[in-house]
């Protein structure tokens, strides 16, 4: 039985080797490769050599799993925070730090006194400038950035629902794929990506406006900042995992290249859907097949380079298992979460594991999943009886009663009164009588 090898890499790894394999290749220079992994020309001269000394594990980084020996202790980082607290209070990093080598001879970078400080909420961000809008030229490599949005329009005129276009467009090319939703939300958005990775890969990156599906407008929570980091969508959680990047436009003008697009498509496919009298959404998307690829023969543009940096998904890994709804859930001592208003009873955790928590996964084809570490737990359905609330009602108002005056064939007034007794009650009989 001959032994296989088996390399572990992660997507990062796998979005790198595309590119190494591409400059190899000599589809494209090292200089734009660089570029397109943001890192140095030097540092792509490196990965290059690896790759064909080593092979594929050569774009394996050799640090991994190790410790920074470059990494201060927690003492300094603790003496630090309590010296900027007593002496250096509204102190910039900048300043902090050159008056920690003056003062105290300790040496700190800026940068690393800046996260100190944003994790210990001693310094806030500073707001930048907003850059001069200019026209932005279109990139050089098919792949190199996809552009994403939808198109809320009356496709069918009146004969059938309204629908919604989610179109794909590549900067580079201009080339078009695209599919109708009922609307423009989170399930609709995975769904048409994965159709569109199936089709043609993985993109570099995946520039799109700032709807609440493709950004979070969630505050930042206590983890969130200690993290230093914003609050992500499940979309942008989803393509992080992938590696795709993910750019926000700031403008409907900074995308105007899909906005012309879907010009073009309201002014011609609403006629041809027109002509063929398409009054569902079913019919609508079978038209499409047949459709773009027409247009795209008649707009696409010849890029500047003929490679294509497009990357193709492993066999091995489930599209379905990263475009999801994830949600965290707290896990109960008898092994119950609660998810949707319902409660589910996990039947076994494998031994060695005591989690305090599960992640819940909605998948587009409306199955879910509990998983903890990478691992699948089975689960059941239970009905809970929740404890009925103590109705809290409310107390009415107490009512003076009036006092009480016997009438004068009263039993109580047969016995005889003095005089001067008798002469006071007439005196209230009568103050009554005048009320």
């Not at 995975?190 to 199936?198: A, E, I, L, N």
């Not at 041809?272 to 038209?287: D, G, Q, S």
Request: proline share 5%.
């Amino acid at each position: 039985m001959h032994r296989r090898d088996i390399i572990e890499m992660s997507l990062r790894d796998l979005k790198r080797l595309k590119v190494i394999q591409q400059a190899i290749d000599r589809h494209i220079t090292q200089r734009i490769a660089a570029s397109m992994l943001q890192v140095s020309e030097r540092q792509v001269r490196r990965m290059v050599r690896r790759v064909r000394q080593e092979g594929d594990k050569g774009i394996v980084h050799r640090s991994r799993g190790r410790s920074s020996t470059r990494r201060l202790p927690n003492k300094v980082k603790r003496h630090v925070i309590a010296l900027y607290g007593k002496e250096y209070e509204g102190f910039g990093p900048t300043f902090a730090s050159e008056k920690l080598i003056e003062q105290y001879k300790i040496r700190v970078s800026r940068e690393t006194l800046r996260q100190w400080f944003l994790e210990k909420g001693l310094w806030k961000r500073q707001r930048k400038r907003r850059k001069h809008l200019k026209c932005r030229p279109r990139k050089e490599y098919c792949g190199q950035m996809v552009i994403l949005d939808g198109s809320h329009h009356d496709w069918l005129e009146g004969r059938g629902p309204k629908l919604v276009l989610m179109a794909y467009i590549d900067d580079a090319t201009s080339r078009l794929c695209a599919r109708f939703y009922d609307y423009e939300g989170i399930m609709p958005a995975m769904d048409s990506f994965k159709r569109y990775v199936k089709r043609y890969g993985l993109p570099q990156s995946l520039y799109t406006d700032k709807h609440t599906t493709y950004k979070s407008t969630k505050k930042p929570t206590v983890e969130d900042e200690l993290a230093n980091r914003e609050p992500q969508s499940q979309f942008e959680r989803a393509m992080e995992e992938l590696g795709v990047e993910m750019i926000h436009a700031n403008s409907p003008e900074a995308k105007g290249r899909i906005e012309r697009v879907f010009r073009t498509l309201q002014d011609r496919l609403v006629k041809e859907l027109r002509l063929r009298n398409i009054k569902t959404k079913t019919e609508a998307n079978r038209y499409l097949q047949h459709y773009l690829p027409a247009h795209n023969r008649r707009f696409m543009v010849e890029p500047k380079s003929t490679a294509d940096v497009h990357r193709t998904i492993p066999e091995e890994i489930d599209l379905d298992a990263f475009l999801c709804i994830r949600e965290r859930r707290s896990l109960r001592k008898d092994l119950t979460i609660r998810y949707n208003n319902k409660f589910y009873q996990i039947k076994k955790i494998p031994p060695g594991l005591r989690p305090t928590y599960v992640w819940v996964e909605e998948r587009m084809n409306g199955k879910m999943f509990v998983m903890y570490k990478g691992r699948y737990f089975s689960f059941k359905e239970i009905e809970v009886r929740l404890p009925k609330q103590k109705s809290v009602r409310k107390r009415k108002r107490a009512r003076l009663k009036k006092r009480y005056i016997p009438p004068a064939d009263h039993p109580w007034k047969k016995f005889k009164l003095p005089s001067a007794v008798l002469t006071e009650r007439n005196k209230e009989q009568q103050k009554v009588q005048q009320r």
